[in-house]
Every structure is written in structure tokens, then in C-alpha cells.
């Protein structure tokens, strides 16, 4: 049974860091989404089962980090630089169907989903 269960998150202030962690078991692919009150879920970033490939959305390129641990149990997803338009709940999904050397961007591409980590960042 794969069942993602994150940790982390918390509150910063704008321009800070805060890392969120999810782990699994099994040979996933695995992605990070978020949600704020009153929006849609929305694709962060995702990694595939290897971690040679990741992807981000526009609006987290470069200030956020998505890894695995070299056991492949662990997906920590590192924000930087954090705006509080980064305040949502930030949701851990994985699937066992192999990306191959892509990372899968699709919220419908994964098969379970974690029950969510609180991030707030503060102006």
C-alpha cells in the first residue's frame, strides 16, 4: 500500500525557508500540489521515482527544491525565499506507474494522495 504521510510546514515570514517532507513506501513517482482557501489545487513540483527528473510550476521555479533521499522513502520539497502567496496546504501525491524520465505534472496522474501539511507565510 502506498500512502504518502507529509510533515513539516508550519508558519515564516516573507523572504524565509521552510521545508516540508513526505515519505512513502514502494517505487514512486511522486509530486507536491497545493491549495489556498477559495482556489483550485494547483501543481508545485514533482519528481520522478530516480530523481533525475523534476518539474515546477512557473510560479515556484527557483526559489523552491524538490529530493529524494538516495533510499527513495523520503520527498522533501525545500521553499525559499517564501511570498505569502505560498500559503496554502501543500498535499504529497504518489503513484507506483513509472514516469520513466519525466515527472508527472497532472494531479490525475497520482493514486494517493497525503492528508495535507498547513504552510503560512506572513507579510
Known amino acids: 500500500q502506498v500512502q504518502p504521510v507529509e510533515s513539516g510546514g508550519g508558519l515564516a515570514q516573507a523572504g524565509g525557508s521552510l521545508r516540508v517532507s513526505c515519505a512513502v513506501s514502494g517505487r514512486t513517482a511522486m509530486g507536491w500540489f497545493r491549495q489556498a482557501p477559495g482556489k483550485e489545487r494547483e501543481f508545485v513540483a514533482a519528481?520522478?521515482?530516480?530523481?533525475?527528473?523534476?518539474a515546477y510550476a512557473d510560479s515556484v521555479k527557483g526559489r523552491f527544491t524538490i529530493s529524494r533521499d538516495n533510499a527513495k522513502t523520503t520527498v522533501y520539497l525545500q521553499m525559499n525565499r517564501l511570498k505569502p502567496e505560498d500559503t496554502a496546504v501543500y498535499y504529497c501525491a504518489a503513484t507506483p506507474r513509472s514516469s520513466g524520465n519525466y515527472a508527472y505534472t497532472g494531479p490525475s496522474l497520482y493514486d494517493y494522495w497525503g492528508q495535507g501539511t498547513q504552510v503560512t507565510v506572513s507579510s
Open positions: 519528481i520522478n521515482w530516480s530523481g533525475g527528473a523534476t
